[in-house]
Antibody, heavy 122, light 106 residues
Framework: EVQLVESGGGLVQPGRSMKLSCAAS????????MAWVCQAPKKGLEWVAT????????YYRDSVKGRFTISRDNAKSTLYLQMDSLRSEDTATYYC???????????????WGQGASVTVSS | DTVLTQSPALAVSPGERVTISCRAS??????MHWYQQKPGQQPKLLIY???NLESGVPARFSGSGSGTDFTLTIDPVEADDTATYYC?????????FGGGTKLELK
């Protein structure tokens, strides 16, 4: 069974940092691109960042470029999101999601974690 | 960014047919996908590449469209289909989601 389990969320002050982790199991992690998607309270979904299967390529939405860093450790089957210079508007639930371009085509997210809540407030 | 516009909410009776629309501000070819999100849960992939049914998803769900106009159809609707449905495009950067359509059952 495919499982994605996020951790590391919580309350953080504006301007500070937080690192999210996503532990993957039930599939060969290093065969898949991975992504982070966020959802502000009572709002819709927003793609944040994607990393290629081997970590060689990363992509970000403009609002997080230079502040967020997506990375992965294939030996540990774990995805990360380092979030620096956090703003109140970054408050959201952050989901990790799996991509499989070869099976589904570009940009399809076929498995999702349960999410980690991040609240940016003083 | 490509804006995806969805109707905010729909209410239907069990057994009926419902069509949920998604209109893109520019062409996305057929790189449109649909997700279901139930309250308190993560999104779940239903349809990919406009019309392909994800494995394990009931055949009551179907998708169609290309270019700028897409639809998700549920026929017949069941009580368990109460959820918010999101479209998502991956043709243009950045990938974007619609605002979601909340489906309620009467």
């Amino acid at each position: 069974e495919v499982q994605l389990v996020e951790s590391g969320g919580g309350l953080v002050q504006p301007g500070r940092s937080m690192k999210l982790s996503c532990a993957a199991s039930g599939f060969t992690f290093n065969n898949y691109d991975m992504a982070w998607v966020c959802q502000a309270p009572k709002k819709g979904l927003e793609w944040v960042a994607t990393i290629s299967y081997d970590g060689s390529s990363t992509y970000y939405r403009d609002s997080v470029k230079g502040r967020f860093t997506i990375s992965r450790d294939n030996a540990k089957s774990t995805l990360y999101l380092q979030m620096d210079s956090l703003r109140s508007e970054d408050t959201a639930t952050y989901y990790c999601a799996r991509h499989s371009p070869e099976l589904y085509g570009e940009g399809v997210m076929d498995a999702w974690g349960q999410g980690a809540s991040v609240t940016v407030s003083s | 960014d490509t804006v995806l516009t969805q109707s905010p909410a729909l209410a239907v009776s069990p057994g009926e047919r419902v069509t949920i629309s998604c209109r893109a501000s520019e062409s996305v070819s057929t790189l449109m996908h649909w997700y279901q999100q139930k309250p308190g849960q993560q999104p779940k992939l239903l349809i990919y590449l406009a019309s392909n049914l994800e494995s394990g998803v009931p055949a009551r769900f179907s998708g169609s469209g290309s270019g700028t106009d897409f639809t998700l159809t549920i026929d017949p609707v069941e009580a368990d289909d109460t959820a918010t449905y999101y479209c998502q495009q991956s043709w243009n950067d950045p990938w974007t989601f619609g605002g979601g359509t909340k489906l309620e059952l009467k």
